[in-house]
Structures are given as C-alpha cells and as structure tokens.
C-alpha cells in the first residue's frame, strides 16, 4: 500500500514545523490575494484557542469530563484514559461567536444559516460526549440515533439553504466544464454533510491526527475560495482559516502525548463546518480531494465491516482486510509509533491540499 511505504521514509514534521508552515504559506497567500485580514485572522484564532483550551482543561478536569476507552483499542492507548475531553468546546465556542460577529455587522442569511447548521452539530456532539462520560463507556448515541439527528440538522440546513437559493446546482470542475445535478444536488450535499462529519469523527483516534488534519484542510478550503476571487465568498475563505487557527491552537495541547481530546463535540462539528462551507460556496470538487485522509478513514471501515459480512456469509467466519479500522489503528498494530503515523498522514494531507490547489489553477 502506497501510504504504508511512505510511513518511516521522510523527514520529521511536528506541531512548530506544522504551524510555521501553514504561517508562512498564508503570508505568501495575503500578498497575493492583497489582504491582511488572512494572517490576521488565522493568528489571532490561533492564539484564542491556545488561552482558551489552556484554561478550559483546568475546568474539564474540575468537571471530570474525562475520557473512556474502548476494550477493543490498541493495548497503548489504555493509559490514555481520564484524560479531559469535550476540547471541541474550545473551538467552537470562540467560531460561533465569530460567526454571529459577522453575521451582526454583514445581516448576512448565509451566514446566520451556516451558524444555525454547526449549532445543531456541535450540541448533537456535545450531548454525545456528555453521555459517553455519565455511563462510563466509549458510548454516547447509539449509531443509529445519532444518525437521524445528524440527518434532521443536515435536512432543515439543504432545504432552508436550497430555498434561500444559496445552492447552486452547477458544480464547477474546471474552466470549461461542470457538471450539472439537477435534483441530485439534494443527496450530494446531504452525503457531504453528513459523511464529513462522520468522517472526521472516524479520524479523531490518535493524538493530533484530527486536529492537524482539520487545520490543513480548512487552509486548503480557504485558498481555493480565495483562488476563485468572488467578493461575495471571500467571507468564507476567512472563515475558513480562522478554523485552520482554532484548529492549530488546539492541536499544541492535542498533539501527542494528548493533554485534552476533542470528542465528538469537535470532531462531529469539524467535519460539519467543512461540508456546510463546501455547499454555500460550491467547493465540492476541491473538498473531495484535500480531504481524501478523512474519506480514506472512511473507507477504511465501510471495506472492512463489509468484507466481514460478505465473508461471514460465504465462509461462516468473518473476515478482515485490516488488522483493525480506521485504518490508522491498522498501522498501529503494524508496531508503527502513533506519532509517527500522524505524521506521514499530515504529510499526505498537504500533498493533497496541493493537489487541489494546483489542480483548481489549472484547470
């Protein structure tokens, strides 16, 4: 496997080398798109969320807001338990108010409409959190509770979207060429939404590997609105990287060895900002690709869990094509380190990222 051959074969990337490098690409980013408020925004983001998750670990171990591990985990990760978790409140809570900052000096419906959707999902993470904590166990919602309130916020949010007529139908692939969806607009953004959130949540299974990912790809959602230069978007693009910083603040106190987790209430909510984002500003194309880590963590399961039943029918013994899903914790039973597997997995998101860029100026 490609991404495995790549795992021990360059150099170190950490939290510093991360940061800088995100830093440096949105200073080159504010010449070029001549506006400050780019590393403006990201920096001061950022360090709210340094303060702010500083601090809040204080209150979440007050609270006993700590984490549950599950029985089935890599053995390594049992001394991971107790530590504090529900971290997402700490990018959330200073997101929302930005949003309801611009949404009061623009009286904008698009953006009073994106606030209302990632409420929803980060009270729906919240409460799932909050469970997992009362009853002892890695267990909040059950699936299939949990899904039907993702699909009630993600319906009311297309359909008040659809009907404000902030959706186009016409998804832009190049210069040259759309694609035209018609009514399967409805299912692309619902899959979106919801699989985004699901996703991310799938991914948020070592330290700093959701985190890191996030800030990298809400770079790469940022520069491609920027790319597009409509003045009515560029909100967006800022909105984005005020994510990337939130995200990499949080990231120094998530990264490995984790001081604090985000839980479902940062995951869940992650993964919805991102497809909420993609349908008000079109940018399907590009999202697909700078998040393929997150699709291949999706993947990883909907192969597994269904190569199990398939075989389980034809054999009457399950079987798997990975030792364990997400496929992150498959290498972990490799013997790979866990911070070296978060590692070589950001190192993929940025070539993705890249990937997307360059494929969005060329074609």
Same mark, same amino acid.
């Given at each position: 496997?490609?991404?495995?051959?790549?795992?021990?074969?360059?150099?170190?990337?950490?939290?510093?080398?991360?940061?800088?490098?995100?830093?440096?690409?949105?200073?080159?980013?504010?010449?070029?798109?001549?506006?400050?408020?780019?590393?403006?925004?990201?920096?001061?983001?950022?360090?709210?969320?340094?303060?702010?998750?500083?601090?809040?670990?204080?209150?979440?171990?007050?609270?006993?807001?700590?984490?549950?591990?599950?029985?089935?985990?890599?053995?390594?990760?049992?001394?991971?338990?107790?530590?504090?978790?529900?971290?997402?409140?700490?990018?959330?809570?200073?997101?929302?108010?930005?949003?309801?900052?611009?949404?009061?000096?623009?009286?904008?419906?698009?953006?009073?409409?994106?606030?209302?959707?990632?409420?929803?999902?980060?009270?729906?993470?919240?409460?799932?959190?909050?469970?997992?904590?009362?009853?002892?166990?890695?267990?909040?919602?059950?699936?299939?509770?949990?899904?039907?309130?993702?699909?009630?916020?993600?319906?009311?949010?297309?359909?008040?979207?659809? *009907?404000?007529?902030?959706?186009?139908?016409?998804?832009?692939?190049?210069?040259?060429?759309?694609?035209?969806?018609?009514?399967?607009?409805?299912?692309?953004?619902?899959?979106?939404?919801?699989?985004? %959130?699901?996703?991310?949540?799938?991914?948020?299974?070592?330290?700093?590997?959701? %985190?890191?990912?996030?800030?990298?790809?809400?770079?790469?959602?940022?520069?491609?609105?920027?790319?597009?230069? *409509?003045?009515?978007?560029?909100?967006?693009?800022?909105?984005?990287?005020?994510?990337?910083?939130?995200?990499?603040?949080?990231?120094?106190?998530?990264?490995?060895?984790?001081?604090?987790?985000?839980?479902?209430?940062?995951?869940?909510?992650?993964?919805?900002?991102?497809? %909420?984002?993609?349908?008000?500003?079109?940018?399907?194309?590009?999202?697909?690709? /700078?998040?393929?880590?997150?699709?291949?963590?999706?993947?990883?399961?909907?192969?597994?869990?269904?190569?199990?039943?398939?075989?389980?029918? /034809?054999?009457?013994?399950?079987?798997?094509?990975?030792?364990?899903?997400?496929?992150?914790?498959?290498?972990?039973?490799?013997?790979?380190?866990?911070?070296?597997?978060?590692?070589?997995?950001?190192?993929?998101?940025?070539?993705?990222?890249?990937?997307?860029?360059?494929?969005?100026?060329?074609?």
């Amino acid at each position: 496997m490609i991404l495995q051959k790549m795992i021990g074969k360059t150099k170190s990337l950490n939290f510093s080398s991360l940061f800088f490098l995100i830093l440096f690409s949105l200073i080159i980013n504010s010449f070029l798109f001549k506006n400050l408020q780019i590393i403006n925004i990201f920096l001061t983001f950022f360090f709210i969320s340094i303060v702010i998750t500083k601090y809040g670990l204080k209150i979440l171990k007050k609270f006993n807001l700590l984490q549950n591990i599950r029985d089935e985990v890599s053995p390594q990760h049992f001394n991971k338990k107790h530590t504090p978790t529900m971290g997402g409140i700490f990018i959330f809570l200073p997101f929302l108010l930005l949003l309801l900052i611009v949404n009061n000096r623009f009286d904008s419906i698009e953006v009073i409409t994106l606030f209302f959707c990632i409420l929803g999902f980060f009270i729906i993470g919240f409460i799932d959190d909050y469970l997992s904590i009362t009853n002892k166990k890695n267990i909040g919602f059950k699936t299939h509770e949990k899904f039907i309130l993702q699909a009630l916020i993600s319906i009311l949010f297309i359909g008040f979207a659809y *009907q404000s007529n902030l959706i186009n139908t016409t998804i832009p692939i190049s210069n040259d060429w759309s694609l035209e969806t018609n009514i399967l607009i409805f299912p692309i953004c619902f899959i979106t939404l919801v699989g985004l %959130s699901n996703a991310v949540n799938l991914t948020d299974g070592l330290d700093g590997l959701a %985190s890191g990912c996030s800030s990298i790809v809400f770079y790469g959602l940022g520069t491609e609105i920027f790319i597009r230069g *409509q003045k009515d978007l560029i909100i967006y693009g800022l909105i984005s990287y005020a994510m990337s910083g939130l995200c990499m603040g949080f990231l120094k106190y998530n990264k490995f060895p984790a001081k604090i987790f985000m839980g479902d209430t940062g995951s869940l909510t992650i993964g919805a900002t991102l497809g %909420s984002i993609a349908i008000l500003t079109n940018s399907f194309f590009t999202l697909f690709i /700078i998040s393929g880590i997150f699709i291949l963590e999706t993947l990883s399961v909907i192969i597994q869990v269904g190569f199990f039943k398939i075989t389980k029918r /034809i054999y009457k013994n399950g079987r798997r094509v990975f030792l364990m899903a997400p496929i992150h914790h498959h290498f972990e039973l490799k013997g790979i380190k866990e911070e070296k597997i978060v590692e070589k997995f950001w190192k993929v998101n940025i070539l993705l990222v890249l990937l997307g860029i360059v494929l969005k100026i060329s074609l």
